[in-house]
């Protein structure tokens, strides 16, 4: 925030958080049974390329296709699932996601593997 204007600059993509320089692919399946049991299984796969938001456009090569310089790409395997208990406002959830990256920041051969879970519980006053 400019403290003479009050006034905020936000530098961020309108619409796709990742950006303009990107090839993303998503496939998910869903199932829900009787509002209570909820299951999700997803995939996506992204891959990134140099081009970040301070680039200028057009680009100087115009036979540039996306993505440019070194691709990091990433690739996300996720299981959610939820359970909403009868005659009680407690549901219970639970998220575990597997994340692959090649080439972190741009880098060649740079990998890194992570697992993240979560679980937790809602109630609903």
Do not use: R
């Not at 990742?18 to 399946?29: M, N, P, Q, S, T």
């Not at 090649?102 to 051969?109: A, L, P, T």
Request: contains cysteine; charged residues 20%; proline residues 5%.
């Amino acid at each position: 925030m400019y403290a003479d204007s009050g006034s905020e600059y936000i530098l961020n993509y309108l619409g796709y958080p990742i950006g303009g320089d990107a090839l993303v692919y998503a496939v998910g399946v869903d199932f829900d049974y009787k509002e209570k049991t909820k299951a999700k299984i997803s995939f996506q796969h992204i891959t990134k390329g140099e081009t970040d938001f301070n680039a200028t456009y057009p680009p100087e090569d115009s036979s540039v296709t996306s993505p440019t310089g070194i691709p990091e790409i990433t690739m996300i395997l996720s299981f959610t699932g939820s359970y909403t208990f009868k005659k009680c406002p407690l549901s219970v959830f639970s998220n575990s996601s597997f994340i692959s990256i090649e080439n972190k920041n741009h880098v060649i051969s740079t990998k890194v593997k992570d697992f993240q879970f979560t679980i937790g519980f809602n109630y609903t006053l």
